[in-house]
Each structure stands twice: as C-alpha cells, then as structure tokens.
C-alpha cells in the first residue's frame, strides 16, 4: 500500500527536576546548596531517506514522544538526557504545522535532519 499523506502528533521530552539539596560535612555548619539540575528531555528529528518510499509506517503508529530528562540528585550531580527519537521520511516530504499551517521543512536531498519538537 502506497501512502502519500499523513498525519502524525510528536512531543519532545519534559526535563528532568532539579533536586533539592544542602551540602553536609563535619565541620561544615552551613555548607550550602548542592542539588544537581534535571536533564534535558529528549528531541524529535526528521530525516529524509532514499531508503524509504511511503509514509505507511506513520498511518499505525501516528504519535511519538521522546524520553524526559532524568532528575538531578545531591552532591552537583546532573541528570541524564533524554533520548531522542528520530524519524526517517522519504525523500521529497514536505512537514507543516498543523496549527499554523506553515511549512516547516521541505525534504529535498537525502539524509537531511530537522529539529520538529524540541
């Protein structure tokens, strides 16, 4: 089955919270803060490909979200990024928005990537 249209839905990936955190050592009264920021949630990419002909993978599975950032922890520490997801679409694909109506990028070569959610 040739499909030449699709809609899909994606969210990028919520950050990771921060943490709350006071330093504490022996003799240290009043060590400070030392709580780590949450990671950064994870991006929706798409790339075009000569290896792909059709939207049809996109019709069954029409809603990707990307991994949220990891939360930070005591002692400075950061939290791990999201993943991120990336979707290859067909050489000659051209992505809008659905709000706006705009087009957000035009496939024309292959192997190019977009950032569509991040």
Do not use: W
Not at 34 to 57: A, F, R, V
């Amino acid at each position: 089955m040739f499909i030449d249209q699709a809609k899909i839905r994606v969210k990028a990936g919520d950050g990771g919270n921060g943490c709350v955190a006071f330093r504490r050592e022996k003799f240290v009264p009043r060590g400070g803060p030392s709580g780590g920021d949450g990671g950064k949630g994870g991006d929706i990419l798409m790339e075009s490909s000569e290896q792909h002909n059709t939207l049809i993978h996109f019709r069954y599975n029409p809603e990707y979200k990307a991994d949220r950032g990891r939360h930070g922890e005591g002692s400075n520490c950061t939290g791990k990024d999201g993943e991120s997801i990336t979707l290859k679409v067909p050489v000659g694909t051209i992505v809008y928005d659905e709000a706006s109506g705009a087009i957000v990028h035009d496939f024309s070569h292959a192997d190019e990537r977009v950032i569509v959610a991040r």
